[in-house]
Nanobody, 125 residues
Framework: QVQLEESGGGLVQPGESLRLACVAS????????MGWFRQRPGTDARELVA????????EYVESVKGRFTISRDNAKNKVYLQMNGLKPEDSGVFYC??????????????????WGQGTQVTVSS
């Protein structure tokens, strides 16, 4: 029905920058909240990093405020995460999440939550 595809992860040194991107595709009527979550090594939990509503409201975890910026392109169903001043503790697998109004049939819609496959971010000297 709907797929999320992330890109932009990699290995960088402390202080450097990365820009993550995620695009939603499929049977989409509209996309509500889009966000980025991080799973640290050795843990199962995915913690919120940043989220943006369809009207542009944003929320960040305290540890990334002032360094990360989330943005979106509603026309392309894309969300971005600009990460500046990266630190080793920022490392992890970053997952994109979107709440999507899915087209399920003629004049039928259902809101569902989708996750991407994740992209690895490693910050190390």
């Amino acid at each position: 029905q709907v797929q999320l595809e992330e890109s932009g992860g990699g290995l960088v040194q402390p202080g450097e920058s990365l820009r993550l991107a995620c695009v939603a595709s499929g049977s989409i009527s509209s996309v509500y909240d889009m966000g980025w979550f991080r799973q640290r090594p050795g843990t199962d939990a995915r913690e919120l990093v940043a989220v943006i509503t369809d009207t542009g409201g944003t929320e960040y975890v305290e540890s990334v405020k002032g360094r990360f910026t989330i943005s979106r392109d509603n026309a392309k169903n894309k969300v971005y995460l600009q990460m500046n001043g990266l630190k080793p503790e920022d490392s992890g697998v970053f997952y994109c999440r979107a709440d999507v109004n899915v087209i399920t049939g003629y004049n039928e819609r259902r809101v569902s939550r989708f996750w991407g496959q994740g992209t690895q971010v490693t910050v190390s000297s």
